[in-house]
Every structure is written in C-alpha cells, then in structure tokens.
C-alpha cells in the first residue's frame, strides 16, 4: 500500500525556517518525480516545488524561488522542503504529492505569524 | 504562471449530471492532458482520473473525464449527496521547464 506521511509543520514567526518532510513506503520512491503542493486557507491548490528522480529540481513557483528549497534522499525514500525567510503569505497546508499527483498526504500545516 | 480557468461554482439536482470543463492552452491541457481532483472539506485532495482520462482503483463509474483541445471535462452522472465537493483540475505544463499548474477549481453543490 503506498504511504505518504508529511511532517515538520507548525508555527513560525516571519523570517523564520522550517524543514518539512516527507516519509513515503508502498512504491519505488527512487523511480517517482515528486512535488510539494500546498493550500492557503480557503484558497486552491499551488505548485511550489517538483523534483525528478535523480534529485535535480525543475520546477520552483516564483513565490517561492530564492526562499524554499527541495530535495530527496532516495535510500531513505524521504521528501524534503527546506523554507527560509518565511512571510505571512507562505501560510498554508503543504501536501507531499507522487508523481502524477497520484498519491497525496494528509499534509502538514504552516503558519507564518506576522 | 497563469492557471487553468474553472467556473467557481455549479449547481445541480439530485440525481442529475454535472460537467465540469478546465480550460488551459497548448502547452498544459492540450499537450499533456488533465488530472481531476476532488477535495471535501477538511480533507487531502482525491484524484478521481489520470492524464490519460483513466479512473484510479475505487472511482466510481459515475465519474468520467475527457479532452478537447485545450479543455478538458469532468462529467459526474447521477449526482448524490457526497459529491458535492471542490473539483480542481490540473496539468503538467512544458514550458518553460515543466511544472505543475492547478485550475482555480469549482464548488459543486448537490440541490
């Protein structure tokens, strides 16, 4: 069964840092591109990071860019999102998503206090 | 990064049938298709068909996607009470260097 688990999140003032992870079992992590895709509070849904197999980012929004940063560790099938310098606005549930947006986590909450 | 267009809202009756449409360009919905999601509130996203216009394991019949040029379509017969719901569509996007790009999505009320 594949599993994907989001942890990391909470409460941080602006300015501050956060390293989000993501715990995945079930499927060949190593052979899957994966995303972040967060949610704003009562907002749609937003790409902010994707990353391909062999670990080279392709994609960051440009809300983002400079500030957040992802990675994997392909033997301990585990996604990462480093985010610096937070703002009030990068407030959101952030989901871990495979591949095709095929499996999603529960995802994990970010807020960022003024 | 411009976003797929979506109605923000559609209403329909028990029992009735509901299209949902998600408009892109050449180089998301008509180049590599469509991912429709639905999402109740509180709850993760929950894909309901694939690229291909294929169902994951465990959707219902009821819920049937297609494409035509740049927009695609999500057609749910039979509406009952538990399908009302955010529907968000998405597409892979190939410029400039690929990246995910989400519709608004569209509130389905179930009269």
């Known amino acids: 069964e594949v599993q994907v688990v989001e942890s990391g999140g909470g409460l941080v003032q602006s300015g501050g840092s956060l390293r989000l992870s993501c715990a995945t079992s079930?499927?060949?992590?190593?052979?899957?591109?994966m995303s972040w895709v967060r949610q704003a509070p009562g907002k749609g849904l937003e790409s902010v990071a994707t990353?391909?197999?062999?670990?080279?980012?392709?994609f960051d929004a440009d809300s983002v860019r400079g500030r957040f940063t992802i990675s994997r560790d392909n033997a301990n099938n585990s996604l990462y999102l480093q985010m610096n310098s937070l703002r009030v606005e990068d407030t959101a549930i952030y989901y871990c998503?495979?591949?095709?947006?095929?499996?999603w986590g529960q995802g994990t909450r970010v807020s960022v206090s003024a | 990064q411009a976003g797929l267009t979506q109605p923000p809202s559609v209403s329909k009756g028990l029992g009735q049938t509901a299209t949902l449409t998600c408009t892109g360009d050449?180089?998301?919905?008509?180049?590599?298709?469509a991912v429709w999601l639905q999402q109740h509130q509180g709850h993760p996203p929950k894909p309901l068909s694939y690229?291909?216009?294929n169902r994951p394991s465990g959707i219902s019949e009821r819920f049937s996607a297609s494409r035509s040029g740049n927009t695609a379509s999500l057609t749910i017969t039979g509406l009952q009470p538990e399908d009302e719901a955010d529907y968000y569509c998405?597409?892979?996007?190939?410029?400039?260097?690929?990246?995910?790009?989400f519709g608004g999505g569209t509130k389905l009320t179930v009269l």
């Open positions: 998405s597409a892979w996007d190939i410029s400039p260097s690929g990246h995910w790009v």
């Open positions: 998503v495979r591949g095709d947006l095929d499996y």
């Open positions: 079930g499927f060949t992590f190593s052979s899957y591109w």
């Open positions: 990353i391909k197999p062999d670990g080279s980012a392709i």
């Open positions: 690229r291909n216009n």
């Open positions: 050449g180089y998301n919905v008509g180049n590599q298709g």
